[in-house]
């Protein structure tokens, strides 16, 4: 259990120090630098503890599942860091996720859909709109810039982004098993990392090439001072301290507890954007973040 919670705590931490990057660096940029940092500290460890953990046949589907969740996810929840702040960012992305995972598992793998699934998706649906309604939103001032709407648009394509990537990252472990490869949670991470990391670097080449320059030209260093912390925090508390302490906690318990305990850390993450980024919700907003919290979590107990 202690895993699980920590799992939490530091996947709220990521939250933040997200935020805090993709404000000072820019979506895009600031994604690219904090998977590139993650993917050479990842390998080192995968390099020394489990060299033997890759194999072509899994490989290429931990690369769709990157792409989908660690590129195309990863992109659309630094663009929306930007416009939201890390609180409702990650309420939407890591509520709606589990939504966006059983529609491809229905429409891929076939699996059913039964009432109490229906169930929790209504509460999820019903808290998420509560806690989006422009009546909810922070009493002071937060640090963003762009389109509160927009925003809301790529906060919901993280979640598809993370929910399609995790089904995909299944039939991946499902194929390693199948051709007897053990594979570590380092291992898996670094892998969808690497995938991540070159979706990320078409983003940046995509916008220097054919973007217009303000998009581009206050790009700052990684290297500066007022940066660099946030954006290691942001490297290291999500794809590895993170992801390690969530696999640690599959190893010691059930999937469907981990995965409730994990769905707190939209909760956890509240007061940690009310000291970082001024962000204090209201009633409304704190309300529909239990709504939807409480449905992912018995989604995971359910299901």
């Known amino acids: 259990m202690l895993a699980a919670i920590l799992t939490t705590f530091f996947f709220a931490l990521s939250g933040v120090t997200g935020q805090r990057v993709a404000v000072r660096l820019g979506g ?5 630098l904090r998977l590139l ?20 046949e899994p490989f290429a589907w931990f690369f769709v599942s990157g792409l989908i969740g660690f590129g195309m996810g990863d992109v659309a929840l630094f663009l929306a860091y930007e416009r939201l702040g890390s609180r ?7 509520c709606l996720a ?16 039964t009432i109490p699934i229906v169930v929790c998706a209504a509460l999820i649906l019903a808290g998420v709109t509560m806690a989006v309604r422009p009546g909810a939103r922070s009493r002071q001032k937060v640090e963003r810039r762009g389109n509160f709407w927009v925003g809301i648009v790529f906060a919901v394509m993280a979640g598809c982004g993370q929910g399609s990537g995790a089904v995909i990252s299944r039939k991946a472990e499902e194929v390693a098993h199948e051709v007897g490869v053990a594979v570590t949670g380092v291992s898996a991470a670094f892998q969808r990392v690497i995938a991540g990391l070159v979706f990320a670097i078409v983003a940046v080449l995509i916008i220097r090439l054919i973007g217009k ?36 906690a599959l190893q010691s318990l059930e999937s469907g507890i981990v995965l ?36 992912v979590i018995l989604l995971n107990l359910w299901a």
């Open 88 to 94: 409702l960012t990650f309420l939407l992305n890591l």
């Open 28 to 32: 895009i940029w600031g994604n690219m």
């Open 98 to 113: 589990p939504l966006f995972a059983m529609l491809l598992e229905y429409f891929w793998l076939g699996n059913g859909v």
């Open 213 to 248: 320059r303000e998009l581009w030209e206050n790009w700052r260093s990684p290297l500066d001072k007022k940066v660099a912390p946030w954006l290691f925090g942001a490297a290291l508390f999500g794809p590895v301290i993170g992801v390690s302490f969530f696999q640690w």
């Open 260 to 295: 409730a305990v994990v769905a707190t850390t939209p909760i956890v993450l509240m007061p940690m954007a009310a000291i970082t980024e001024g962000d204090h919700p209201s009633r409304l907003a704190i309300l529909g973040a239990v709504v939807a919290v409480t449905g």
């Open 37 to 56: 940092i993650a993917a050479m500290v990842l390998g080192i460890v995968v390099l020394i503890l489990s060299p033997d953990s890759i194999r072509k």
